[in-house]
T-cell receptor, first 112, second 118 residues
Framework: DAEITQSPRHKITETGRQVTLACHQT?????MFWYRQDLGHGLRLIHY???????NKGEVSDGYSVSRSNTEDLPLTLESAASSQTSVYFC???????????FGPGTRLTVL | KQEVTQIPAALSVPEGENLVLNCSFT??????LQWFRQDPGKGLTSLLL?????REQTSGRLNASLDKSSGRSTLYIAASQPGDSATYLC?????????????????FGQGTILTVHP
């Protein structure tokens, strides 16, 4: 069955380290999104992509970057992890012309 | 900037009750409004999606309504069950812009934590 996966599911890192969170979907969806979920803020959009080589900044993009080299993957990179980036990160994908977004299981990141 | 608010933040009801979850949004120029369910430690599952031209959508015991003019949506759950316990989130999608860069950009509310006890 087609699916969307995230790895790792849990990660602990130190302030200042570079971290990459993986997102992989097998639906061949063109549109992919990264959100973070924090208590008191709900889910907020970090970056999104409408296709290969396309990336766009979301609401809370500072300190994050993405790249889209193929349809299936949208890795999220924290250039220099900060304690404020401790959060749960969700990846989502959506087919062009279809409104429903499908979410991955999330990655819980702790920055010490 | 779109802001989405959900009330109440938490709700505890006995099994069998009918209940209503509320969602309000500040910018009525939405493309659609979606309701999601999130179980602890899991991702989000789409429950219902209402297009801006629609007034309501139904799926089983769930009914979602949309009133764009007042900036409100409600999720009605009939005959609640303990298995309905979860966090329910609503999210608004903006109207597509000329540059086509608004598709799928969801603005979420903070969610309502629902507990249905036997």
């Amino acid at each position: 069955d087609a699916e969307i996966t995230q790895s790792p599911r849990h990660k602990i890192t130190e302030t200042g380290r570079q971290v990459t969170l993986a997102c992989h979907q097998t639906w061949n969806h063109n549109n992919m999104f990264w959100y973070r979920q924090d208590l008191g803020h709900g889910l907020r959009l970090i970056h999104y992509s409408y296709g290969v080589q396309d990336t766009n900044k979301g609401e809370v993009s500072d300190g994050y970057s993405v790249s889209r080299s193929n349809t299936e993957d949208l890795p999220l990179t924290l250039e220099s992890a900060a304690s404020s980036q401790t959060s749960v990160y969700f990846c989502a994908s959506r087919a062009t012309g279809i409104d429903t977004q499908y979410f991955g299981p999330g990655t819980r990141l702790t920055v010490l | 900037k779109q802001e989405v608010t959900q009330i109440p933040a938490a709700l505890s009801v006995p099994e069998g009750e009918n209940l209503v979850l509320n969602c309000s949004f500040t910018d009525s120029a939405i493309y659609n409004l979606q309701w999601f369910r999130q179980d602890p430690g899991k991702g989000l599952t789409s429950l219902l999606l209402i297009q801006s031209s629609q007034r309501e959508q139904t799926s089983g015991r769930l009914n979602a309504s949309l009133d764009k003019s007042s900036g409100r949506s409600t999720l009605y759950i009939a005959a609640s069950q303990p298995g309905d316990s979860a966090t329910y989130l609503c999210a608004a999608t903006p109207q597509p812009n000329a540059g086509g860069t608004s598709y799928g950009k969801l603005t979420f509310g903070q969610g309502t934590i629902l507990t249905v006890h036997p």
